[in-house]
């Protein structure tokens, strides 16, 4: 699982970005963008890291789908939402980065 565990630090990495995005890319100040990304950002960072420290690959696998759906909303968020530039842009980028490693560590998750 040590793939898994690399990919799932990759994730929380990803979701501290995501958490702070708003304050380094100054979009504080459109509410919709802020919330979601302090939300979702917290909400990935702390799936992550009990996916990184259990022991259960089906834990593993469990909070890395839970963290897809998340990049997904990503993905869809600013649409939904309704916000534009520069959020839309981080969001959908972070999203997508997300899909790919929390699936990734969910399918390598158990089989090392």
Excluded: H
């Excluded at 600013?78 to 997300?98: E, H, M, S």
């Amino acid at each position: 699982m040590k793939t898994a565990r690399t990919l799932g630090w990759c994730v929380v990495v990803a979701g501290v970005w995501e958490a702070l995005a708003p304050f380094i890319l100054g979009f504080s100040s459109i509410p919709a963008a802020l919330w979601n990304a302090m939300i979702v950002g917290i909400v990935l960072i702390v799936l992550a890291v009990i996916a990184v420290y259990s022991q259960k690959s089906g834990t593993v696998k469990a909070m890395e789908w839970i963290n897809a759906c998340l990049g997904l909303w990503l993905v869809l968020a600013p649409f939904i939402l309704g916000y534009t530039a520069g959020p839309r842009a981080n969001d959908i980028t972070v999203g997508i980065i997300v899909i790919v490693l929390a699936v990734w560590a969910a399918l390598v998750a158990g089989n090392e």
